[in-house]
């Protein structure tokens, strides 16, 4: 009873302090909004400086004519690329690509632009770049860029293995954005980023106030041969095999339209856009100016839809069914182990990540795409293609791997046979040696997986060899 009555003296005491308290205190003051000078329309994810112009003509309708706001995130300075008008490489030679890339998009008004300073790597696989950008650094950055900047839609590049430029920075972009696209609207992801700061105004503030995003309409743009882009228009390097994959898969632009703002053509926007990038092709915008040619600029902007959270068509303008109202968080399905049975032969490496990355992220029809997969490589060369057998059964299996080259052709795998145990994916690294020397030309290769005389697999490769002009795998 003491006790009790101890207890309540002691919570009316209180009571009576909080009341004191708050009649002495002033009231709070509204609550911040995110700071409007960073909101995006449309925020593009892309690797180099002077990725943008492939698709400026788009970049410059909704920038000036449609005033949206567009931002832009750079992965890279884009310092392992060449200079075409000076010995300044490497890292100062990113440092040039940055003012490139801001004086070119500020000729459109577009001024947030943001680098995140990967190193720029050469090559084909997408695994290879995300490994050098540190995938998990990299991945906050562009979730707090997402949050900062709260776009309605993300443009990027497709995150596919696809003959063409083939850049695995392009698609290691592609592959961020569609997974910031699918974290940023989740308090759990980066945690920090969306808790408020102690006080604003002071010092040593570690997180950061930010507020989930989830944008609307993810889209994605390729530079494969298809584009006929400045940079080639060899139709006799198109692949006989499959119809142009960007038919019907997503909204198109003419480029050859008049910018009712500048009074110039968006080919022509998109030529002077080029012209900024002297270190890389910006010759070929000053020639097509300087000749008014602007033929290798009047390719229609291509998209390909990725997904939307707001309905519209797979074909319909970008910004069908955009509304102002924020969305709530729209988990996507996320991994799932695919059941297997018997002894199976797949395709390993980046495609295997593929395959399961689309499918964790709802974007499934990208594998529709380019049902047999694709690969580019040169005259004289080893192509190497990474393969997985998976046992799935109880027993243990001695599983003959045989492949099916084109005439010309030597097979340099390192073995013919290999041991695998119930359970196991056992990875195998295919090695084929093209011939010499040929025009440009599109085989297929075929590897079989065999235990006993029986065929238990067999994965399809169209493969593109060429001169030149690939990218090393
Ligand atoms: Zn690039």
């Not at 409007?36 to 892309?46: F, I, N, P, Q, W």
């Not at 003509?57 to 000036?64: D, K, S, T, V």
């Not at 295997?352 to 529709?368: I, V």
Request: some cysteine; aromatic content about 10%.
């Amino acid at each position: 009873m003491i006790r009790f009555a101890r207890a309540s003296a002691a919570a009316l005491t209180l009571f009576i302090c909080m009341q004191v308290a708050g009649a002495e205190l002033p009231k709070a003051p509204p609550l911040l909004p995110p700071d409007s000078r960073y909101k995006a329309d449309l925020l593009l994810v892309v690797a180099h400086p002077d990725d943008d112009v492939v698709i400026g003509g788009y970049l410059a309708r909704i920038a000036l004519d449609e005033r949206k706001r567009v931002a832009v995130i750079y992965c890279t300075s884009g310092d392992g690329g060449g200079n075409a008008v000076g010995y300044e490489a490497g890292a100062s030679l990113g440092q040039m690509r940055i003012i490139e890339a801001r004086k070119a998009l500020a000729s459109f008004g577009i001024e947030n632009v943001w680098f995140l300073g990967g190193h720029d790597n050469p090559g084909q696989n997408v695994l290879w770049s995300l490994d050098s950008w540190n995938h998990g650094r990299a991945l906050d950055e562009v979730v707090r860029l997402v949050r900062l900047t709260r776009p309605e839609v993300i443009l990027t590049w497709m995150p596919n293995y696809v003959v063409g430029e083939n850049h695995d920075d392009h698609q290691a972009a592609g592959v961020l954005a569609t997974e910031a696209f699918d974290m940023a609207g989740d308090p759990t992801k980066f945690p920090e980023q969306v808790s408020a700061p102690r006080n604003r105004v002071g010092m040593m503030n570690r997180t950061e106030g930010l507020h989930v995003w989830q944008p609307k309409k993810l889209y994605y743009a390729t530079d494969a041969f298809e584009d006929f882009g400045p940079y080639w228009h060899d139709k006799d390097q198109l692949s006989p095999f499959r119809k142009n994959f960007l038919d019907g898969n997503g909204p198109t632009y003419p480029n050859t339209t008049v910018s009712p703002s500048r009074h110039k053509s968006y080919a022509l926007l998109m030529a002077e856009q080029q012209r900024y990038y002297l270190t890389q092709e910006g010759d070929i915008g000053i020639d097509a100016i300087e000749k008014n040619d602007l033929s290798g600029f009047e390719y229609p902007m291509r998209l390909i839809f990725g997904k939307s959270l707001v309905g519209g068509s797979v074909t319909g303008d970008v910004f069908e069914g955009v509304t102002a109202t924020p969305l709530p968080f729209t988990p996507v399905p996320g991994y799932h182990p695919k059941p297997r049975t018997g002894v199976s032969l797949e395709l390993g490496g980046p495609w295997a990540f593929y395959r399961e990355f689309w499918k964790a992220h709802d974007l499934e029809h990208l594998s529709e795409l380019l049902p047999v997969p694709e690969v580019s490589t040169r005259f004289g060369n080893v192509l190497n293609i990474p393969l997985i057998l998976h046992n799935a059964t109880s027993t243990a299996e001695e599983v003959k791997l045989t492949e099916e080259l084109p005439s010309g052709w030597t097979d340099k795998t390192q073995y013919a046979v290999y041991p695998v145990k119930p359970g196991e994916s056992y990875p195998i690294l295919a090695m084929s040696l093209t011939p010499e020397t040929g025009n440009a030309q599109w085989r297929e290769i075929t590897w079989k997986a065999e235990v006993g005389n029986r065929v238990v697999g067999s994965v399809t490769m169209r493969v593109f060899v060429s001169k030149e002009g690939v990218l090393p795998q």
